[in-house]
């Protein structure tokens, strides 16, 4: 039988690679997906074009927020994959409205939806992409999925509150609702206003790189493949209820990042202008994940080495995806 898959978010980075995996020669094979997506601006129709003509491939543009719509497509699914959210740290900190709204309502609507729609037959497994940094910032050592939420960003704080509400309808409704949190992803088709596809396309253009404050701020590094690889294995064999890290297990400070960079890019550190530290700019993230390698068999398999000079080779080759994006969004 197949299973009707909505996936939110689905033009975006991490959702576009999770839709081309599941419909690619490498997929379960016995799935349908229907991507809804708003299309804001981090949102791009060609992150599909490999799946576009696929027999069991559905794309409608639309709003999370709009339950109505949500609830049509709900009635007609079996699992929800969420990754439907404002992404970018520093746009929440200019202003955080459309990241309450999307993240925080999005996301109750649709739970809403999918507690409608539940029946025996059709249980409705609700994977809610999550992030590390919900639980603040850590000096030494990693959070297990134990530790309490601490988020400083205004980004964090709403991930922060979707991901509990989406798991106080487990608690309350017994919704088969399953959490992943996340570290710091990087591959291809990542829109260039984050920091290694950012560092990339200017490094390629020939122009300055931003370094933040001291440059010692330090991140976990996932491949997309890896991730995507985590998140199947949470909606195919995790546990109602359970939250599950997902790590890369490649820890970096942004200026050893940017020293890998420049090499891989045939720049020195004369592009690079030491700009203003982000405001509340959290210094380290560390996920645990004991958990997600024990209970379901999660390993990461991307080298990041290889996966960082494949991400510059993709930059230098598709210059016709990023550079309308750098145009529009002046990056
Ligand atoms: P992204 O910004 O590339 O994509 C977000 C997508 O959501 C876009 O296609 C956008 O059009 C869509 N969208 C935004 N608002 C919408 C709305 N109201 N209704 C419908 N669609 C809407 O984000 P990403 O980097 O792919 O991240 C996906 C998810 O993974 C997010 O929930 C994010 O919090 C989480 N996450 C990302 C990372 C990372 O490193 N990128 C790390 C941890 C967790």
Known sequence: MTTGILVTGGAGFIGSHHVRTLLGPAGPGDVAVTVLDKLTYAGNPANLDGVRDHPGFTFVKGDICDAALVGELLAEHDQIV?????????????????????????????????????????????????????????????????????????????????????????????????????????????????????????????????????????????????????????????????????????????????ALLLEACGADWDSVEYVADRKGHDRRYSVNCTKIRAELGYAPRRDFATGLAETVAWYRENRSWWEPLTERAAL
């Open 82 to 258: 969420h990754f439907a959210a404002e992404s970018h740290v520093d746009r929440s900190i200019l202003g955080a409205g459309d990241f309450v709204r999307t993240n925080v309502l999005g996301t109750q609507t649709l739970l809403d939806a999918a507690l409608r729609h539940r029946s025996r037959r059709r249980p409705m497994t609700f994977v809610h992409i999550s992030t590390d940094e919900v639980y603040g910032s850590i000096d030494s050592g990693s959070w297990p999925e134990t530790d309490p939420l601490r988020p400083n960003s205004p980004y964090a704080a709403a991930k922060a509150s979707s991901d509990l509400i989406a798991l106080s309808y487990h608690r309350t409704h017994g919704l088969d609702v399953r959490v992943t949190r996340c570290s710091n992803n990087y591959g291809h088709h990542h829109f260039p206003e984050k920091v290694i596809p950012l560092f990339i396309t200017n490094l390629l253009d020939g122009r300055k790189v931003p370094l933040y404050g001291d440059g010692g701020n330090v991140r976990d590094w996932l491949h997309i493949d890896d991730h995507v690889q985590g998140i199947e294995l949470v909606r195919t064999r995790g546990r109602a209820g359970e939250v599950y890290n997902i790590g890369g297990g490649t820890e970096l400070s942004n200026k050893e990042l940017t």
